[in-house]
């Protein structure tokens, strides 16, 4: 074993054993989803005016975070509800400071 670590496409390979073509379709569905789920918490925006939306803005991003949270938990390990909350009880606040921050 050589103690050479390759750069580029040879080192993804060779070193951390990733196939060729994964790290850009990994980075493909992780882009998506960054956009995506930026735009959800903005959607009460586009249909309220500013001080409803706001309200309505955590709830949205409270509601989908306990989704995705308990989403992950079916599909992996866990429980759902536990998961789901506690991604809510993470990311809603998370929200709250990004959005109050101006």
Do not use: C
């Not at 390759?6 to 882009?31: M, S």
């Not at 409803?52 to 992996?76: D, E, H, N, Q, W």
């Amino acid at each position: 074993m050589s103690d050479v670590i390759l750069g580029g496409q040879d080192g993804l390979v060779n070193v951390l054993g990733i196939a060729p073509g994964v790290a850009g379709k990994a980075a493909l569905i992780v882009g998506t989803s960054a956009v995506i789920g930026s735009l959800i918490p903005l959607m009460p925006f586009v249909l309220l005016p500013v001080t409803p939306a706001m309200a309505a803005s955590m709830l949205v991003a409270a509601v989908s975070i306990f989704g995705i949270g308990a989403y992950k938990a079916s599909r992996t390990v866990g429980r759902p509800g536990r998961s789901g909350l506690e991604m809510a009880l993470i990311g809603t606040p998370a929200h709250w400071w990004v959005t109050s921050s101006g």
